[in-house]
């Protein structure tokens, strides 16, 4: 079974390494690297992920450490489809499957749908079938506006005013998000990337309130459902109730917060176009 690594954003953003049974793959730096990575934030050889009877694995060899779903790879951890390796804040990995493009997927549609039609006799029954397969509705999420993104910067940056005033966070952070905010807001995506960029890196070394020895970085949620809360545009989820009003939510809300916003202004940057938010 092949996996396919494949940089998610950055200025490497869709470069992918095909990596099969029996291989490793380095990933760094270093012109020996398989994967090789043009950022000054990743280490000559950083990680090195091995395939083996169908498997993959990620080891970590830097000292700025590498992460896995969000959580610290501290020995050889076994990998899956659909996982994201992060080694450096604007250089993640996501793993995929054989067939990336999805074409498998294609094939296996088509030939549904000769399938259907043939056994329907290319009459009524056959129609019927086709409109089921196909005239389904698309899966989509909630509609998230500059207003929404508006709330969770307020909302974070309260937050965050109360972390400093009890030795929680650094007050020249709070003012460097503060400022990438107001790059947006003055459409400059450059200098709000790189102070996105240098916020993400503190990120993964900042201790979370209340989590001893762990960054903020690794205590995140695995998903952005708590950005989205403090955003507004979870309709059952209030960002004003008890269960959301915990440290631990913004944590989360704050590491997801720069990771959107870094990747857009990526996108702006390079014109490239900014991704949706799956929230």
């Known amino acids: 079974m092949a996996f396919h690594l494949t940089v998610a954003y950055g200025m490497e953003a869709g470069k992918t390494y095909e990596i099969n049974d029996g291989e490793s793959c380095m990933v760094g730096r270093a012109d020996s690297a398989q994967l090789q990575l043009d950022d000054e934030a990743v280490s000559w050889e950083h990680a090195v992920f091995h395939c083996e009877a169908g498997r993959l694995y990620v080891e970590n060899l830097s000292a700025l450490g590498t992460q896995l779903n969000g959580q610290k790879v501290s020995t050889r951890t076994r990998v899956n489809i659909g996982d994201r390796v992060e080694l450096a804040p604007n250089a993640v990995v996501d793993v995929q499957g054989d067939d990336p493009s999805g074409s498998s997927a294609t094939m296996l549609t088509v030939a549904l749908v000769g399938f259907i039609i043939v056994v329907g006799g290319l009459g009524l029954a056959g129609t019927i079938a086709y409109k089921a397969f196909f005239d389904k509705p698309a899966a989509t999420g909630p509609i998230v506006t500059q207003g929404n993104w508006e709330q969770a910067f307020q909302r974070l940056d309260r937050r965050l005013t109360d ?69 507004g545009i979870h309709p059952n989820d209030s960002p004003d109730s008890d269960e959301w009003q915990g440290d631990d939510t913004y944590v989360s809300a704050l590491v997801w917060f720069v990771r959107e916003r870094m990747k857009r202004t990526t996108a702006d940057a390079t014109g490239a176009g900014g991704p949706g938010l799956g929230l």
Request: proline content about 10%; hydrophobic content about 35%; aromatic content about 6%.
């Open 163 to 231: 972390w400093v005033s009890r030795g929680l966070y650094p007050s020249e952070d709070q003012e460097i998000l503060r400022n990438a905010w107001r790059a947006e807001r003055l459409k400059q995506p450059k200098p709000a990337h790189d102070d996105y960029t240098t916020i993400a890196a503190r990120l993964m070394i900042q201790p979370a309130p209340g989590k001893s020895g762990k960054s903020m970085t690794e205590v995140a949620s695995p998903n952005n459902h708590p950005l989205g809360v403090i955003m």
